[in-house]
T-cell receptor, first 114, second 117 residues
C-alpha cells in the first residue's frame, strides 16, 4: 500500500504570496494532520482533520487554513507568506483521530519564502 | 501543558556501540501515549513505537529497546550494536487528545545520532 504522499516536494515563494500544499493519506485512514518543522526543531502541530471536519488547531495565525475532502485528502493553505514560514510541512494520517492511533508521516513539502 | 524534553542534542558513536537516547515528558493527563519517531535525511518521520501510560513493560524489537518509567516520567530508547544506517534524528513525542480539541503530538527537539564506521 502507498504511504502518505505530499506534493509538491519543494516550493519557493516570495513574501506576500500564498501557497497550497496537498496531502493524500494512507488508504483507509480518515484523519489527516499537518505539522510545521523549522530547521533544527521538532515538528509543531498546525491542524487535525477527521471525517472532513476540523478537530484541532495549533497556535498558528489565521493565515493558515486547511480542509479535508470527501476522499480524505487534504490541503493546507498559507496566505500572505512571511520569511518565517520557511519550513518543512509534514502531513500525517492515522486510522482514527484519537490518541492511540499512530501518525504515519509523508516526506513533507519544503517551503522556502524569499 | 504538555512538554517533552530531549536533553541530548547530538550524540556520536562508533559502529557496534550501544547508545541510549533520553526522553522526559510532562503531562497532567492520566491517560496518554508516548511515541518515538526516526527522521532520516530524506525528511520522512518513521514511526518506531507507541506506548500507553498504563503499560510500563519494557519492549524490545530487534536491536531497539524502550524503557518506560512512569515514576520518573521518562521513556528512553536504546539501540544495541549501532549501525551506520541508524544515523538520523530521533524524536520523542507525547500525544494529547480531547474530544473538543482533537489529537496532537507534542515533540521534543530531537536528538541527532551519528554512527561512525
Amino acid at each position: 500500500d502507498a504511504g502518505v504522499t505530499q506534493s509538491p516536494t519543494h516550493l519557493i515563494k516570495t513574501r506576500g504570496q500564498h501557497v497550497t500544499l496537498r496531502c493524500s493519506p494512507i488508504s483507509g485512514h480518515k484523519s489527516v494532520s499537518w505539522y510545521q518543522q523549522v530547521l533544527g526543531q521538532g515538528p509543531q502541530f498546525i491542524f487535525q482533520y477527521y471525517e472532513k471536519e476540523e478537530r484541532g488547531r495549533g497556535n498558528f495565525p489565521d493565515r493558515f487554513s486547511a480542509r479535508q475532502f470527501p476522499n480524505y485528502s487534504s490541503e493546507l493553505n498559507v496566505n500572505a507568506l512571511l520569511l518565517g514560514d520557511s519550513a518543512l510541512y509534514l502531513c500525517a494520517s492515522s486510522l482514527v483521530g484519537t490518541g492511540n492511533s499512530p501518525l504515519h508521516f509523508g516526506n513533507g513539502t519544503r517551503l522556502t519564502v524569499t | 501543558a504538555q512538554k517533552v524534553t530531549q536533553a541530548q542534542t547530538e550524540i556520536s558513536v562508533v559502529e557496534k556501540e550501544d547508545v541510549t537516547l533520553d526522553c522526559v515528558y510532562e503531562t497532567r493527563d492520566t491517560t496518554y501515549y508516548l511515541f518515538w519517531y526516526k527522521q532520516p535525511p530524506s525528511g520522512e518521520l518513521v514511526f518506531l513505537i507507541r506506548r500507553n501510560s498504563f503499560d510500563e513493560q519494557n519492549e524490545i524489537s530487534g536491536r531497539y529497546s524502550w524503557n518506560f518509567q512512569k515514576s520518573t516520567s521518562s521513556f528512553n530508547f536504546t539501540i544495541t550494536a549501532s549501525q551506520v544506517v541508524d544515523s538520523a534524528v530521533y524524536f520523542c513525542a507525547l500525544n494529547y487528545f480531547q474530544e473538543t480539541s482533537g489529537s496532537r503530538l507534542t515533540f521534543g527537539e530531537g536528538t541527532q545520532l551519528t554512527v561512525n564506521p
